[in-house]
């Protein structure tokens, strides 16, 4: 929005500018507004640069914008708001769809409100996706068997799913690049309050995830035989009703983590971290805050306040900082059984037990670290301070 002076309005009975632009009466530019069927019109006539003028929004005669080959869209700061009366973009397989400078809001859709990806690609560098709603996955953008989701400078902000995957459902073989990105005030009732990837490549640097919610994986659940790389990033007071406050690795799912801060996480197991059974964790240079159970009264079972590993997983933990997070059993690491766990050049500061007998030596059942029924722990140059 910007002010012109009144010498810019060449009709002052009309308001207008000779660009066409209609001018209010206190002399303030007013945003032009265009139906979806203007941007498909233009996908459909094979235009594959597509410079937006004005904000778009979806009237009652409006269809899901279906992009066909390769498409890039540049905003140039508009929106295009769905006004929750349907989806906003739907991709063809072998689509290409390219967003720049665009804010993507109040999307209402099955799966993926915001972008329904069906093998394809999206690009989306400095986009903002705001208040979209699935009634199944995927509140904004929904990613299926083999596609694949490159985002830049992206911020999601308060979408929703019904089932999983508050901002991004990412299926089976899809391909998901997350870098310099936000997630804020996202959720989904089941699982994956930010992100619900299954089978997938996933790799997330630089990104912030925080206040999400979820009853598994606030920030992300991840299920499956793959690894999830994670590096530069924080996640930060996100909330699971059940575990997991900020991330979850299921049926196997392994996770490098590097250059990582959680903090003021919150769960009934796994306040930072829970991987299930036949998991692998990978985590250096990292610091876990602050991370605790879900809820205030001491009767309330909590295994893991930082990690929880789960049976016949494996933790390699190098150069990270465990401070001020409590569980009942293991406030930093929980193991259970058949575990092998490897700390080096680890610090453990106030890390508080809520209740329980915790009577054995430093690193069985003392609060700070708990090792199950035939686990395995390896600790060197560990400190330890209550």
């Known amino acids: ?53 004005g904000d778009y929004l979806r009237d009652n005669r409006d269809k899901d914008i279906v992009v066909k080959g390769n498409v890039t869209i540049d905003g140039h700061g508009h929106k295009i ?73 992206v911020e999601f902000e308060s979408n929703a799913a019904k089932t999983a995957g508050g901002s991004i459902y990412s299926n089976q073989n899809a391909t998901l690049n997350v870098n310099n990105t936000v997630f804020t005030k996202n959720y989904a009732p089941e699982r994956g309050g930010a992100i619900y990837a299954y089978e997938n490549h996933m790799g997330l640097s630089n990104v912030t995830i925080r206040d999400n ?59 930072g971290i829970y991987a299930e059974r036949n998991s692998i964790l990978n985590v250096s240079d990292a610091k876990l805050i602050s991370n605790k159970k879900l809820g205030t009264t001491r009767e ?8 929880h590993l789960g ?32 700390v080096s050049d680890a610090k453990f500061v106030n890390n508080l037990v809520v209740i329980g007998d915790h009577t054995y030596d430093l690193y069985k059942c003392l609060g700070t670290v708990y090792l199950g029924s035939k686990s395995e722990g390896y600790f060197n140059n560990v400190s330890l301070y209550v």
């Open 300 to 307: 309330c079972i909590s295994n893991g306040g930082a990690i």
């Open 1 to 53: 929005m910007f002010v012109v002076s009144v010498s810019s309005v060449c009709a002052a009975d009309n308001n207008t500018t000779d660009t066409g632009v209609e001018i209010n009466n206190t002399g303030v530019v007013d945003t032009p507004t265009y139906n979806f069927k203007s941007i498909q019109d233009d996908i459909d006539s094979g235009k594959q640069k597509i410079d937006l003028t």
């Open 213 to 271: 919610e979820a009853r598994r994986g606030a920030g992300i659940y991840a299920i499956g035989d793959f690894i999830l790389n994670i590096d530069d990033s924080e996640f930060i007071d996100n909330h699971a009703v059940d575990e997991a406050g900020a991330i979850g690795l299921y049926r196997g799912c392994g996770c490098v983590m590097n250059n990582v801060t959680l903090k003021g996480n919150q769960a009934i197991s796994g306040a």
């Open 81 to 153: 708001d769905a006004q929750n009366k349907g989806g906003i973009f739907k991709l063809d397989p072998k689509s290409n769809l390219t967003l720049i400078n665009l804010t993507l809001m109040n999307g209402l859709s099955n799966i993926g409100s915001a972008i329904d990806v069906k093998d394809s690609t999206i690009n989306a560098n400095n986009v903002k996706f705001v208040g979209n709603v699935a009634t199944l996955n995927g509140g904004a953008i929904y990613l299926h068997v083999n596609s694949k989701g490159n985002l830049n400078n």
């Open 311 to 342: 049976d016949n997983s494996k933790g390699f933990i190098r150069n990270v900082s465990f401070c001020d997070n409590f569980a009942t059993s293991g406030s930093a690491i929980y193991s259970a059984a058949n575990c092998v766990l490897n």
